[in-house]
C-alpha cells in the first residue's frame, strides 16, 4: 500500500475541484480559450499561490465543464468497446436536457399563448420529447499509477449527481451505507482493484428551518394555483354530474396449457352504459404470436404484451337505484401454424377489478366443440374449429333483452388459461352548482373509489339487491288473500 492510495474529500453541489491534468493544462494561459478556460487560469494561480490543490486523486467536472457536454452526447447502453449508436441514439444525444435560457413573456400575452395552434417546424422538433432542464456534476478519481497523475485514460467516474427542474436529486451509484463499498478494477500489469465509499456529509435541517420551509412552499403552491387560474378563467358552467375516471396499464403476461403451439391473444374492451372513453383510445388489440416452451407440465407463451386503457363513468344522477357495471374484457386464444391455419384455443372474459392497485389474474378459458371424429379430424389436419359468432358471449351479451339465456345442447371443452396483471387507477370528485352553498359530499362512487374495501362493499350491495328483487318477485307471486291474513296476524 502506498502513501496516496488513500484519500478522503467532501464535495458540495458544483464545488470544483482541479486534477492534475486541468492543473498543467491551465497553468499555460495560451491554452486557454473560452471564458471558463480564463476563469480556471486564475483560480489554479490562486490555489498555486496558497499552498496548492489540497485534493490528490479525487476532484470534479462540473456542469459547464466540457467532460459533462461529451460525457451526455457520447452515453452508451452497453459496455462494449465495439458498440455503435444507433440511428435514433445519434438523434436524442443532440437534444441536452439544460436550463434553457427563457425569456419574460408579457402577462397580457399568456393567455393567448397557452395552446399553439399553428406550431411550426423547429416549434415541433425542439418539443417532442420530455426536455426536462438537468444540471449534472461528475465526482472523479485519478487512478493512474503512483508519481503519474494527470493521465486522462486513467480517469473514472465514481458517482454522478443530477438535479433536475423538478428538484429531484438522482445520485448514480447510490450511497454506499451498509452496503458496503464499489470496486473499480483495472487490467494493467499489476492487476490493481480500488475501492470507494460514497456517504451523505449534509448537515440535518432544523425543525424550525423545515417548517419555515413548509411555509413557503404552501404560500408559493397557491400563489401558482391563483396564477393558473387566472390563466384558464372561470367561464366554464359546472353540471351536476358524477364522474369516475379509471385508467388500466395493463400487461398481458402468458398463456398457458393449450393444445398447439404459437398462440397469440385477440382481445377487446366492452363498456357498460354511463361508461365512455377517450377518442384515441384503442379498445382492441391483438398480441404477437408467441411460441410455446415447456415448464413442468405445461406449455406456457409468455407474451409480456402491455396495454393501456382509460375510461370515464359519469352519471346524471346519483339518487338512481343501481350500482355502476365494470367494464369488461373479452378475449380469445387462437394458434397459428406453418400454413398460416388457424385454430381457436380458448375463450375467456374478465370483469375490470373495482378496487384500486396490483391485480394479478388468472382466467379459465373455453371452446366450442363439435361431437364426433370428424370434427377432430379437420381440426389437426386443415385447421379451423367452431367459432363464436358473437364474442359477448361468454358472458351474457349485450344485445340480450330476455329474461332467461339458454345453452342447452352447446358444448364446450375446457382448454388452457391466461394471465393477466393490471395496474388500476381511479380517480373520481362529485361537483355541485356554483349558486349552491358550494357544500361538497362524498356520493357512491367516491365511497367506492375510495375505500380499500371497495369490491367486497360492491359485492354485499349487488348481493343485496338482487335479494331484494327476489323478494319482491316472490310477493306478487303470493295470493292476495295469504297475503291480507298475514298482516292482521302480525
Known amino acids: 500500500r502506498l502513501p496516496d492510495d488513500e484519500e478522503e474529500a467532501e464535495v458540495g453541489w458544483q464545488e470544483k475541484l482541479f486534477s492534475q491534468f486541468e492543473v498543467d493544462l491551465y497553468q499555460n494561459e495560451s491554452a486557454c480559450q473560452t471564458h471558463l478556460d480564463r476563469q480556471y487560469h486564475k483560480e489554479i494561480l490562486k490555489l ?37 449508436p444507433s440511428y435514433l441514439a445519434e438523434r436524442m444525444a443532440n437534444v441536452r436536457r439544460r436550463r434553457q435560457d427563457r425569456k419574460p413573456i408579457e402577462a397580457n400575452s399568456l393567455k393567448s399563448k397557452i395552446i399553439t395552434w399553428e406550431p411550426s417546424e423547429e416549434f415541433i422538433k425542439n418539443n417532442r420529447v420530455i426536455n426536462t432542464p438537468v444540471q449534472t456534476m461528475y465526482i472523479m478519481g485519478d487512478l493512474g499509477p503512483y508519481g ?27 450511497f454506499t451505507g451498509t452496503k458496503g463499498a464499489y470496486w473499480i478494477e483495472l487490467d494493467r500489469q499489476k492487476r490493481e482493484l480500488w475501492k470507494y465509499t460514497i456517504e451523505n456529509a449534509s448537515i440535518q435541517v432544523q425543525q424550525e428551518e423545515e417548517e419555515r420551509e413548509q411555509r413557503v412552499f404552501r404560500d408559493l403552491y397557491s400563489r401558482h394555483k391563483e396564477y393558473l387560474s387566472g390563466l384558464v378563467g372561470s367561464e366554464f358552467e359546472t ?8 385508467e388500466i396499464h395493463s400487461l398481458l403476461v402468458s398463456a398457458q396449457g393449450y393444445e398447439y403451439d404459437n398462440l397469440y391473444v385477440h382481445f377487446f374492451l366492452e363498456l357498460p352504459d354511463h361508461w365512455s372513453s377517450p377518442a384515441f383510445q384503442q379498445l382492441s ?8 416452451k415447456t415448464e413442468d407440465w405445461d406449455n406456457v407463451a409468455y407474451f409480456c ?29 387462437l394458434s397459428l401454424e406453418f400454413w398460416q391455419r388457424y385454430r381457436v384455443e380458448g375463450y375467456g372474459s374478465l370483469v375490470l377489478p373495482a378496487s384500486p392497485g396490483l ?48 345453452r342447452f345442447g352447446f358444448h364446450t371443452e375446457t382448454t388452457g ?25 362524498q356520493s357512491v362512487l367516491d365511497r367506492l373509489g375510495g375505500f380499500s374495501q371497495q369490491s367486497s362493499v360492491y359485492n354485499v350491495l349487488e348481493a343485496f339487491q338482487k335479494a331484494r328483487c327476489r323478494m319482491q318477485e316472490a310477493r306478487e307471486s303470493l295470493p292476495q288473500d295469504l ?7 302480525v
Open 48 to 84: 498555486e499561490k496558497a499552498g496548492g490543490r489540497k485534493n490528490y486523486r479525487i476532484f470534479t467536472y462540473t456542469d459547464h465543464d466540457r467532460f459533462t457536454n461529451l460525457e451526455e452526447h457520447c452515453q452508451k447502453v452497453t459496455d462494449s468497446d465495439h458498440e455503435v
Open 148 to 174: 503519474k497523475l494527470g493521465q486522462r485514460e486513467y480517469e473514472r467516474v465514481l458517482c454522478t449527481i443530477k438535479v433536475d427542474g423538478n428538484g429531484v436529486i438522482t445520485v448514480k451509484p447510490d
Open 239 to 246: 353540471e351536476l354530474v358524477w364522474k369516475l375516471a379509471a
Open 285 to 292: 388489440g391483438v398480441t404477437q404470436t408467441c411460441a410455446t
Open 305 to 333: 404484451y402491455p396495454f393501456t386503457l382509460e375510461m370515464f363513468f359519469s352519471q346524471e344522477n346519483e339518487s338512481e337505484d343501481c350500482l355502476p357495471q365494470w367494464p369488461v374484457l373479452y378475449f380469445e386464444v
Open 359 to 406: 391485480h394479478i389474474l388468472t382466467i379459465p378459458t373455453w371452446r366450442p366443440v363439435e361431437l364426433g371424429t370428424v370434427a377432430e379430424l379437420r381440426r389437426f389436419f386443415i385447421g379451423g374449429s367452431p367459432e363464436l359468432e358473437d364474442m359477448t358471449y361468454v358472458r351474457i351479451p349485450a344485445t340480450f333483452k330476455g329474461e332467461r339465456l339458454s
Open 417 to 441: 388459461s391466461v394471465t393477466f396483471r393490471l395496474y388500476c387507477l381511479q380517480q373520481s370528485k362529485a361537483f355541485l352548482e356554483t349558486s349552491a352553498s358550494r357544500h361538497r359530499m
Open 483 to 489: 297475503i291480507n291474513s298475514s298482516f292482521y296476524t
